[in-house]
């Protein structure tokens, strides 16, 4: 690309969105560095477009200079989806100014809102009208629900609500020829066409760029409790996973695992928080969501607990008996990452499975690991009800994490994924593609499959200037 | 097409999957008629394989052929999706047996079928293992799972567990190329790339056909109850669906209203049915299912009731204190169907709201048929915990029901379609559009999200052989 096109192209795009909302020049390392810090890139310009018709008009002017358009949100992704190469001829395009919520119809339980609003702004909009927006992730302070939608977001709510897929009810898509779909829709059945809207969720911004969403929403339950169990084994989470549904239905709001390595890496680098339970193989973490209240959930989980130490499932439990109990029962939950990093670089994984096979292929997968790379330490833990692992893997006791690192990330991937393979798991429950796993989405998924994808991808986006090099 | 190349294609078909399954002679009603009786058709042959790979060795012959497929599952579709056109040109794909249950994971709350098995086949194999599978239609007894997914079927459990879209884990499909693609996966989190899964549910065989299918389960619940209640007002109505949400959380399993006119029909036609209850203006039906048993859940409807009393939302209730009388109040509601057919032809419609938006919608429209049509009675029933209304026109009190249908059908059709555009309504909630619903289509959906139909359609079935003149 000569640089008379991209001349014109700034022009027409400082008068699309303003001159001050076409940044070229300083530090752009908020949008051009992603989060982890492992992609560096050089946008031709970072462009905050402030409405839907802008950004159409961005992408129509971009389309006419064959530029290609990297859409970003809160810049939280995981694996590289997000952020320019280096070539500087892409522009980032940044959702971040369509920040308004359009519209909360509480008699439909459901909220409007641009792309770029910050996930917690939403939350907190649904809350003040009693409300729950039922999508809850680490990153909620930051990331933007736009972002959610083009990486189909996960975290801690899904054994209940689903992925950020179940929760959206309609879209509003800027296409690759520049024009506005309008699928803001609030219905909960609509069978007049195919689905779109899924198409655009979980595509990484390679087909269109998301520039609203109808959300659904949730009354709020009256109270939220939880309990710690010990187990013995996975198979027996497994089989108190199953009680605890038989016992709670759709009250079951949370079912984490949580390995003896995990905490005993909490308990090392964070001595103040207590841990509640003796140490076991296992530590399972229940949350439990209540229409009534308090008293009724408790008794509820100590009912199921009790017919579980009765089985033999669980070797002890205690259930929160205040708030501040439960908050704290969650903190050792969310410290694992936070201790890891303390303990050093480590390997990570997003990985899923059918909750039947999570027992075996851990206990293979282990073994195998600790042959090859003899001390090896695994730090597994996550959301078991979902049969989402994040299953690291960490520097024998003694060793450089950084060398490791360097050195065994691959093979050590090579080895995880292959495992999962005759289980049916996925190498990405939920951070999606990006750049990071382009080539093993090339080697591990169906040929048929990636020929449709490749398909959709030229019909949807001919010039190909979405998101190039990302997913396909 | 020529008849060389038509006796060509059958003998490869009679050599693929046998003579006895290529059907050219006789009477062939079960696959060339529809059930409404308002579509007949010719095929080329009914062809019935007994394996995915003989479905698609059959698509790799007619595609070479150039012959189109219409796939067919139970042939209970209410649109004129399913069946052959006219010219004879077309072949019937019959997928009844493929009829194989595949797996059932308990653990993993997942069942795995062929797209041949009938829906209630499948409520019984989860039943015998204490399992739900949550999808419920009044076709139960003889669609497959496969035209449920093919038309994203809807029924009368979608308050809680949605569509048949949110029910489906994983699909395995033959594409246009005669490919298959083994997308059978239990797993609740699977970014790895595009979501083809929603493209094909809901396509209606224009796509692809599905040839089978993995489904969530859930655990039996202990007790399942109803109860009506009495409202002067659909806002009313709808209000007590707000508390009801609050107050039961996700054991609101169902929340029907039937108008009055509604009811009188079926007093009228089925007088031995008991009404149950003091005539108003609207009927509620709630159902809740419980995971503890009986009585907790009749003491959570009596409290939900007693404060809907208080409120002045209901003017009456009464809460089932047994299975029969659970029973009788739902037959109360699947009998309006029935009374109307005793009282002649009527003009039906499948539409869907916002649920804020039902009142206003019901009340004004109501108004404008009145007017242009003096003395139509209105049949308004439905799912109101969806927004899914069945609204239909009959014809005035003594007046020919069968010319009401023939003379107004599509001056009533497009007064209630164009009704419901300011509300963001849809036109099909549940049915889909197959050949019935095409030029509405055409005429109310977005120009933006028609051409990206069609490019879809154009990418996925180049040659345009999977049921053409279908959707698109």
């Known amino acids: 690309m000569n640089t008379m096109v991209q001349t014109d192209l700034l022009d027409i795009l400082r008068r699309t969105v303003g001159a001050a909302q076409v940044l070229t020049e300083g530090d752009l390392s908020a949008w051009e560095l992603d989060w982890r810090r492992r992609w560096r890139g050089k946008a ?14 961005v ?81 909620e ?6 972002g959610n939608l083009a990486t189909n977001a996960g975290g801690t709510q899904v054994l209940r609500w689903g992925n950020t897929r179940e929760l959206c009810l309609g879209l509003e898509v800027v296409t690759a020829a520049g024009e506005v779909w309008d699928g803001l829709t609030g219905l909960r059945k609509d069978n007049t066409g195919y689905d779109l809207r899924n198409l655009f969720i979980g595509s990484e911004g390679t087909l269109g760029i998301i520039t609203a969403a109808t959300m659904k929403l ?53 001595p103040a928080l207590p841990r509640s339970l003796p140490d076991a193989p296992w530590t399972v973490l229940l949350e439990q969501s209540d229409t009534e209240g308090e008293a009724p959930a408790r008794e509820r989980f100590e009912a199921l607990l009790g ?36 303990e050093g670089a480590n390997i990570k994984h997003d990985i899923s499975l059918p909750v039947s096979a999570i027992a075996e292929f851990v206990t293979r997968t282990d073994a195998v690991l600790r042959a090859r790379f003899p001390g090896v330490r695994l730090v597994n833990f996550g959301h078991l009800g979902d049969g989402n692992l994040h299953y690291n893997v960490q520097a024998a006791e003694g060793a450089d994490p950084a060398l490791f690192l360097a050195e065994q990330e691959h093979a050590v991937n090579t080895l995880v994924f292959d495992a999962l393979q005759p289980f049916g798991g996925s190498f990405s429950a939920e951070h999606g593609i990006g750049a990071l796993k382009r080539d093993e989405l090339v080697l591990r998924k169906s040929p048929v499959a990636l020929a449709m994808m490749r398909s959709i991808k030229a019909a949807l986006d001919p010039q190909g200037l979405f998101n190039p090099g990302r997913v396909l």
Chains 1, 2 share one sequence.
């Open 218 to 270: 949730a009354p709020l339950p009256a109270a939220t409790t939880t309990a710690l169990a010990a187990c013995e084994t996975l198979d027996a989470c497994v089989a108190l996973l199953k009680l605890a549904r038989a016992r709670l239905g759709a009250g079951l709001t949370g079912f984490e695992v949580m390995g003896r390595f995990a905490l005993d890496l909490v308990a090392r680098h964070f």
């Open 141 to 146: 302070g930051s990331c933007t629900i736009g």
């Open 44 to 57: 031709l310009a970072v462009v905050r477009p402030g409405s839907t018709a802008e950004v159409a008009a």
């Open 307 to 342: 017919s579980a130490l009765e089985e033999g499932l669980v070797g002890d439990a205690v259930v929160a008996t205040s708030l501040a109990q439960s908050q704290a029962l969650w903190q050792l939950r969310e410290s694992i990452p936070l201790a890891q990093a303390e």
């Open 59 to 139: 992408v129509r002017a971009c389309a006419a200079h064959g530029v290609a358009i990297v859409p970003q949100g809160g810049n939280t992704g995981l694996v590289g989806g997000g952020v320019p190469d280096a070539s500087g001829t892409q522009v980032l395009l940044s959702l971040q100014r369509l920040n308004r919520v359009r519209a909360i119809d509480e008699a439909n339980l459901a909220l409007t809102a641009e792309a770029g609003c910050v996930l917690q702004t939403l939350q907190q909009a649904a809350r003040e009208r009693s409300l729950l927006l039922p999508l809850s992730l680490a990153a």
